[in-house]
């Protein structure tokens, strides 16, 4: 583990190590680029060290400190890496400085993903000694099938009982692909399609599809996971023993539901309109349409699918929204600090991959951040989370 001062300060001057790179600055069109290159290397992890890459910035080939001005924006800049979606799925790394003679550096920590193949715009960089490239497909392969711990993430795992011919590979070829990869990489791409699976680890090489693959092109996903699906329930009142409005079971695969729910929130948002001063109308929705999208994704894509036949609810009474998802916090997150700024972990790293690609994820770990601000300059009060070891649940009150 890299982690005290004078394991950074060796590992600098270590000039034939694999496990770091030096960056004099970010100058050039490319400079972040390669570094976003080198940290999904280091997440990729092809030569098994179990152990961090570190990327200093500011440093020279020879491991003495450039000059560069290292200041908070240069930080920022550094950490918003992870979180502009182009390496999914999102590195686990951290962003901090080391002082060398008077002068300071940044440190990119990259920790081992449990979950390869990393990507940086659709292709898979790895580093094997000095070298650093895109990964062959063997070497893809071999990542695909790496488990770095004895339990990979659930939607990583695969599910028995499925084949490829439960998934909608018309779905995969005609949406998912130009999604997730970029043109050039498709258009260079000969693979066959479980080979594709395979690579974006939506099915193994053994052509087993992944809890991932059944829940993002499964034609049938309820089949074998129960409750992968949204239950949404519009009451005339305030008290779920009201008459029922309307009700939907939003299934099928993942990519339908998400459209499904973007379009019943649209549907179920009433907006007025009064007078202004300069006899101008003012209209103001019940509730901001961004941010009941942030937190009906976060359900999707935070809950617990594994050992639960719960749905994610989603409950429109007259005065409130109340959103309910299956699973506690997860990771990093816990009961103590769920809903503070940064602090984020993927109990479905794939997902979380594929709702980015899929454009229903803009900046990883800002969802809740976006909802609250979308909700103030709405006019409605902040919402109300209960975080609780077994469920998340937010309600949202009518804008007034």
């Given at each position: ?19 770091v ?7 050039g ?6 570094i ?10 092809l ?58 550096v ?8 449990p979950?390869p ?8 960089w ?58 050039d ?51 005339e009142?305030?008290?779920l023993s ?26 179920n ?10 006899l ?45 998802s ?17 602090v984020t ?7 979380a ?10 900046k ?25 070891p ?11």
């Amino acid at each position: 583990m890299v982690t005290t001062t004078d394991e950074l300060l060796r590992l600098l001057a270590d000039l034939e190590s694999d496990r770091v790179e030096r960056k004099e600055s970010l100058r050039g069109p490319d400079g972040k680029d390669r570094i976003c290159q080198a940290i999904c290397a280091y997440a990729n992890d092809l030569p098994d060290h179990r152990g961090p890459g570190v990327i200093f910035v500011g440093a020279t080939d020879d491991g003495r400190p450039s000059g560069l001005r290292v200041d908070d924006r240069l930080l920022l800049d550094l950490a918003d890496l992870r979180g502009q979606g182009r390496i999914l799925p999102p590195p686990i790394m951290t962003v901090g400085t080391l002082e060398i003679d008077g002068q300071t550096v940044a440190v990119i920590r990259v920790e081992p993903s449990p979950s390869p193949p990393v990507r940086f715009n659709g292709q898979v960089w790895i580093r094997v000694g000095p070298r650093r490239a895109i990964a062959t497909l063997d070497e893809e392969r071999r990542l695909a099938e790496r488990k770095r711990a004895a339990d990979l993430p659930f939607d990583s795992r695969p599910m028995y009982g499925a084949t490829t011919d439960d998934l909608d590979l018309i779905l995969f070829e005609r949406e998912y692909l130009p999604s997730v990869l970029p043109q050039d990489v498709l258009a260079a791409n000969g693979r066959t399609i479980v080979q594709r699976l395979s690579s974006l680890r939506l099915a193994t090489v053994d052509e087993v599809p992944t809890n991932a693959g059944v829940l993002l092109l499964g034609k049938e996903p309820t089949r074998h996971l129960p409750g992968a699906y949204v239950q949404f329930l519009r009451v005339e009142g305030t008290d779920l023993s009201d008459a029922i409005i309307d009700e939907r079971r939003l299934d099928g695969a993942l990519p339908m539901v998400l459209r499904e729910l973007d379009e019943l929130i649209r549907l179920n948002i009433r907006t007025a309109v009064t007078i202004g001063n300069e006899l101008r109308d003012i209209r103001r929705s019940t509730y901001p349409v961004a941010a009941l999208q942030q937190l009906t994704r976060n359900a999707v894509l935070h809950r617990n699918y594994e050992g639960t036949a719960a749905p994610v609810r989603l409950t429109w009474y007259a005065d409130r929204v109340e959103i309910y998802s299956p699973g506690g916090p997860y990771g990093a997150v816990t009961v103590e600090n769920f809903g503070q700024p940064g602090v984020t972990d993927y109990r479905n790293p794939i997902l979380a991959e594929a709702m980015g690609g899929l454009g229903y994820v803009q900046k990883f770990g800002a969802g809740l951040t976006i909802a609250r601000r979308s909700l103030a300059d709405n006019g409605n009060p902040p919402p109300e989370f209960t975080a609780d070891p077994s469920y998340i649940g937010v309600v949202v009150r009518e804008a007034a």
